[in-house]
T-cell receptor
Framework: AQSVTQLDSQVPVFEEAPVELRCNYS??????LFWYVQYPNQGLQLLLK??????LVKGINGFEAEFNKSQTSFHLRKPSVHISDTAEYFC???????????????FGQGTELSVKP | DAGVIQSPRHEVTEMGQEVTLRCKPI?????LFWYRQTMMRGLELLIY????????DSGMPEDRFSAKMPNASFSTLKIQPSEPRDSAVYFC????????????????FGPGTRLLVL
């Protein structure tokens, strides 16, 4: 079975500073990895995903994440954040076979990013 | 495309009442997911359907919860009787399979139904 740990429940940061949101996963099989963002009172929106290929994945809004198999991590980064990036961010994992058959995702507990002026 | 549509957006009910949440997936998507989000437990998958058939309902908390998908464009999640601990935001999401050897598309989430059971 897969599991996801988001190491920080809250990350406060000043505008234009870089940020890294950490995500570690546990799985005995090959996985797909995802980052979703949830703005207040909205549903989740996909930021980026790693399915295969390059371990550095670029997503929307200037975010990127790097898949590190040896460290079982998929940390999310942005070199310069904006006030509008304030939201909750969820890391998710799926067994590759299960994902292609039915699409089940296991989500982490979320990290609340708060960007201050 | 209108995206995933959920109704109602907000529901306040009293303990013991029946609650029905509705979801219309994106047209053409063949998988549908129901999630529950709470402060304590985060985002939990309750059940998901593939081609209208329930595939995994291991996340359904107890017999008070039931979900149906009578056709490709509609699903319901019912709680009967409801209890205060069911208060949460319930999300529906849908995605599309590109075939046995193909890759699955992203899950698209609806705006959620905020349920409060008094």
């Amino acid at each position: 079975a897969q599991s996801v740990t988001q190491l920080d429940s809250q990350v406060p940061v000043f505008e234009e500073a870089p940020v890294e949101l950490r995500c570690n996963y546990s799985s005995s099989v090959s996985v797909y990895l995802f980052w979703y963002v949830q703005y207040p009172n909205q549903g989740l929106q996909l930021l980026l995903k790693y399915l295969s290929g390059s371990t550095l994945v670029k997503g929307i809004n200037g975010f990127e994440a790097e898949f590190n198999k040896s460290q079982t991590s998929f940390h999310l980064r942005k070199p310069s954040v904006h006030i509008s990036d304030t939201a909750e961010y969820f890391c998710a994992v799926s067994d590759r076979w299960i994902y292609n058959q039915g699409g089940k995702l296991i989500f982490g507990q979320g990290t609340e990013l708060s960007v201050k002026p | 495309d209108a995206g995933v549509i959920q109704s109602p957006r907000h529901e306040v009910t009293e303990m013991g009442q029946e609650v029905t949440l509705r979801c219309k997936p994106i047209s053409g998507h063949n998988s549908l997911f129901w999630y529950r989000q709470t402060m304590m437990r985060g985002l939990e998958l309750l059940i998901y359907f593939n081609n209208n058939v329930p595939i995994d309902d291991s996340g359904m908390p107890e017999d008070r919860f039931s979900a149906k998908m009578p056709n490709a464009s509609f699903s319901t999640l019912k709680i009967q009787p409801s209890e205060p601990r069911d208060s949460a935001v319930y999300f529906c999401a849908s995605s599309n399979s590109l075939g046995d050897r193909g890759r699955r598309e992203t899950q698209y989430f609806g705006p959620g139904t905020r349920l409060l059971v008094l």
